[in-house]
């Protein structure tokens, strides 16, 4: 029997209790974020200390070497052109640069024959964006043209300076290309292994939902296809990652002899990208074959065999071995496809059509263009069970039925 005293007991308890787990989950939290803010110091660690020396190299030669008193641009441009990635150093170099030199050419001017004062700022910025964009310069050589006009008129107003501040401008942006020269070999990795995560994630997905399907279990698969609908930032990171590599060979001579791989790896974007959305409606499709259809064990066989063959695939990518060594286990599976049995039902040669197709852009990614990969495939059995019709609706945007069709 509860009491009053007991009631208050047992709601302070639970205050506790829930308390206790919203500080537990507090700390949590706390540690991840930590983690990752840490994570990320550690990983644009090199562009700090690059910047942080870029911007010492360039003001020590323009104020000590020739002698200028205060060669604010110096340092910024050498800072700006940089950035905090390897993306377009080079044309950022040149933006920033002939911005700097545009913004400081209109403010002198400016200053010299109108001084300078509230309207005066509003005149200069005003004259030196559209001075820029006459130029047909992008939205940074704009900008820049802009912030240094400010500079000008309101920090340094001396008029007749113009060349010693170009010329700061010029010492900023050759410091900066020296200092892009000089780049580490981790975003030249970097590509494949983010190639690796994402043959990784699609050998994943094959092995759970052939898992979903040898357990009956249509919420498993259901949980398989939302994890796969959240892999397109893999994509989207490969292909930042690739283009980045690019830009460190542009801006690096001393990395030249990485291109070729680089530039291989940047050609794997696309079938990888196709092979993890059709491993997407391969699973979507597994969803509706579970609940209707009989999904025959072959089949899951084939899946694994599937996923054990984007497995070594991954590793190869990851180990920079050659890609031709991932090859033979997606024969294999191409080669099981035509032994399939046919069902008839429409999920599962949904089903089969994807796997086929995943094989193929894998094959791509091995190395062989798109007509040897798809004569890699054996024709199929003919189905002995009711004919499959009407069109594969209900698959949306992911539908599968085009490169079914195609492939």
Not at 10 to 20: A, C, K, N, P, S
Not at 154 to 171: E, F, M, N, Y
Not at 196 to 221: C, E, K, P, S, Y
Request: aromatic content about 2%; charged content about 20%.
């Amino acid at each position: 029997m509860q009491t009053p005293i007991t009631d208050r007991l047992t709601g302070r308890l639970r205050t506790e209790i829930g308390f206790e787990e919203l500080v537990e989950r507090a700390r949590i939290r706390g540690r991840r974020s930590l983690r990752l803010r840490r994570d990320r110091v550690r990983s644009k660690a090199w562009h700090v200390g690059q910047a942080a020396l870029a911007a010492a190299l360039a003001w020590f030669i323009a104020r000590d070497l020739l002698g200028h008193p205060t060669p604010t641009f110096a340092p910024v441009v050498a800072v700006v052109c940089l950035g905090m990635s390897y993306r377009q150093r080079l044309r950022r170099v040149a933006e920033v640069t002939v911005g700097v030199s545009v913004g400081v050419l209109v403010a002198d001017l400016f200053v010299a024959l109108a001084g300078t004062g509230v309207w005066q700022v509003a005149l200069v910025v005003a004259t030196a964006m559209v001075v820029a964009l006459l130029m047909d310069a992008s939205d940074l050589l704009v900008l820049q043209s802009a912030v240094q006009s400010i500079f000008v008129v309101t920090l340094i107003p001396d008029a007749g300076q113009s060349l010693t501040r170009w010329q700061d401008a010029l010492v900023g942006g050759a410091t900066a290309v020296l200092a892009a020269a000089v780049v580490p070999s981790a975003p030249l990795r970097t590509p494949r292994v983010q190639a690796g995560a994402v043959a990784r994630v699609t050998a994943t997905v094959l092995r759970g939902a052939a898992t979903a399907a040898r357990q009956d279990d249509v919420d498993l698969a259901a949980e398989v296809l939302g994890r796969a609908r959240a892999t397109d930032v893999l994509v989207r990171e490969l292909q930042q990652a690739a283009d980045e590599g690019l830009d460190v060979l542009a801006s690096s001579p001393w990395r030249r002899r990485h291109e070729i791989g680089v530039r291989r790896v940047s050609e794997l974007v696309e079938p990888l990208d196709r092979a993890l959305r059709g491993t997407r409606v391969l699973t979507r499709r597994m969803v509706t074959a579970i609940s209707r259809e009989r999904v025959p064990g072959s089949y899951l066989v084939v899946l694994d065999r599937l996923a054990d063959a984007a497995e070594i695939l991954a590793d190869v990518l990851v180990d920079n071995s050659s890609l031709s060594a991932a090859r033979p286990p997606l024969l294999a599976v191409a080669r099981a496809t035509g032994d399939l049995e046919r069902t008839g039902g429409l999920s599962t040669e949904v089903v089969l059509a994807q796997v086929r197709s995943v094989v193929v852009d894998l094959l791509q990614v091995t190395g062989l263009d798109t007509g040897e990969a798809l004569a890699a495939l054996p024709p199929v059995q003919a189905v002995q069970a009711a004919q499959v019709t009407g069109p594969a609706g209900g698959l949306g945007d992911e539908s599968g039925a085009g490169d079914a069709r195609r492939r």
